[in-house]
């Protein structure tokens, strides 16, 4: 019988070796992100895989999975333990070996495998791991899914049968990156940096981008696991500003920064220009509309108010239904609405049919982006950017707050704004016209600005973004005002990043 999993244990000890450790707060809302040898150790991960493979036998799924892993310097043992505990569990497993998250969605078609565990801590500081997990293509594990597979872990109902087997799956890159050249190569050459803040992404991005027919000029594309200038992180300004950077010296029409597991895609236009996520995907859903009339969007709660304001949009009769941010949610909801994209503002962007297969690939998305360019060839991307109307934005901002309490924290702010507009009280100066409590609250004033706090999804963090079609001094005002209600719980920490 394999020993129940204790929530902490010291290291440099007996225990330690002999003893799977597995901090409960690592099964998030929709993946796992642990503190690798801190929160988990490597009879921990191996536990994780037998629990994957019990889950697979209770909801009756053909016990095959394909497993990866990213450009970490643990991550290749992480995957093993995983391994060895997926085959005591009975599931043959197909390792595709060093690869992107998006890769190991694709290897589920590619090789007709209904399960997959990725082993990543996609843009996460060094330090972390975390699985990425589905046993439903193209979809991840939700809630639901995340809640059984943790009380099979913790309280080690495991369902150890033996007879599973290991394959490894050699050039499965090739497989993958033929799948995405398949395809009309751009109509001209079209100049771009490539930024892969030395993740995973250096290995592949650039290489497929330039098999298209753009010119490439990369940008930290060599693989570094220590991440020596920035974390790969196409939401972090560090990355951004030298992608900015890079784009200005070299001239070129758009810049692209991939995070690290290659499932998201950050863009800097050609006049240097950071535009966030959801304003990249407003542009997409314009040019996506005028080829598919009425399409149907999705987007998270963290992203701009333009998707249901938009002339543009509107008069291509595009319709949007704003949902829970995480990429499992996202990806769900694209699916159930039979949507053509899905768009998060960190980058995650979901294509159906006939533009991709329903999850996340950093790839397809800076494919996406470049056809648009390819077929506005008398526009730049800041001219295109300029076309939308004006709103000021934040990027995505998180302060710190322990796993164990910031769902409570976010629950006494949720609570806060429900009484201050009870009272008729006001933000930032101006009356509360809705409050969308979907994920957090998203606090909406009568001249459309708007204030968004959540617990972040993979990280002891909250997220805070802020957004006015008004005027900068109101995206100010209203981060003030969001912020003066954080500090009303002392447990809540610094900013990574402020306006």
Request: aromatic share 8%.
């Amino acid at each position: 019988m394999f020993p129940k999993p204790q929530a902490f244990l010291k290291s440099n000890t007996y225990a330690y070796e002999s003893q799977p450790m597995v901090k409960p707060t690592g099964f998030r809302e929709y993946d796992a992100r642990w503190l690798f040898e801190k929160e988990i150790n490597l009879m921990g991960m191996q536990a994780l895989g037998l629990g994957i493979g019990t889950l697979m036998h209770e909801r009756g799924v053909r016990p095959d999975i394909v497993v990866g892993h990213d450009f970490r310097g643990y991550s290749a043992s992480i995957k093993m333990a995983v391994i060895n505990g997926l085959m005591a569990a009975g599931i043959n497993v197909h390792d595709i070996g060093l690869a992107l998250s998006p890769m190991a969605y694709f290897a589920q078609f590619a090789l007709d495998v209904p399960a997959v565990a990725m082993i990543t801590a996609s843009h996460n500081d060094n330090g972390w791991t975390g699985v990425k997990m589905g046993i439903d293509r193209p979809l991840t594990f939700g809630p639901e899914e995340m809640g059984r597979l943790k009380d099979i872990v913790l309280e080690a109902k495991f369902d150890v049968r033996g007879g599973g087997s290991y394959k490894y799956v050699d050039g499965f890159a090739e497989v993958y990156i033929k799948d995405l050249t398949s395809r009309a190569k751009l109509k001209r050459p079209i100049k771009v940096v490539a930024a892969c803040g030395n993740g995973t992404a250096g290995a592949f991005a650039p290489r497929i981008l330039e098999m298209l027919g753009a010119e490439v000029i990369p940008l930290d594309a060599e693989l570094d696991h220590t991440f020596p200038r920035y974390n790969p992180n196409p939401e972090d300004m560090k990355m951004l500003h030298a992608l900015r950077d890079k784009v200005l010296e070299v001239g070129a029409e758009v810049g692209l920064g991939f995070d690290g597991d290659g499932d998201r895609c950050g863009v800097v236009d050609n006049e240097g220009e950071e535009i966030f996520a959801d304003k990249v995907g407003v542009m997409l859903a314009r040019d996506i509309s005028a080829i598919y009339p009425n399409s149907q969007f999705v987007v998270d709660v963290k992203s701009t108010g333009l998707f249901n304001t938009d002339p543009v949009l509107k008069a291509n009769g595009a319709k949007t239904d704003y949902f829970k941010t995480g990429h499992s949610y996202i990806k769900r909801r694209v699916t159930e609405l039979g949507a053509i994209v899905g768009f998060e503002k960190s980058g995650h962007y979901f294509f159906n049919p006939p533009i991709g297969r329903g999850y996340d690939d950093g790839v397809v998305s800076a494919l996406a982006i470049l056809d648009m360019l390819d077929r506005n060839p008398d526009k730049t991307m800041a001219d295109l950017r300029r076309d939308l109307p004006k709103t000021w934005g934040s990027p995505t901002m998180s302060p710190h707050c322990d796993d164990e309490i910031k769902y409570g924290i976010v629950d006494k702010v949720v609570a806060r704004f429900k009484d201050m507009q009870a009272k008729g009280e006001t933000v930032a100066g101006s009356k509360i016209v809705d409050l969308i409590t979907v994920n957090g609250v998203r606090v909406v004033t009568e001249d459309g600005t708007w204030g968004l706090v959540r617990a972040s999804s993979n990280k002891p963090e909250l997220v805070v973004v802020v957004e006015s079609p008004a005027s900068e001094e109101r995206l100010h005002a209203m981060f003030k005002a969001v912020d003066a209600v954080l500090r009303e719980n002392p447990e809540v920490g610094e900013y990574n990043q402020t306006l």
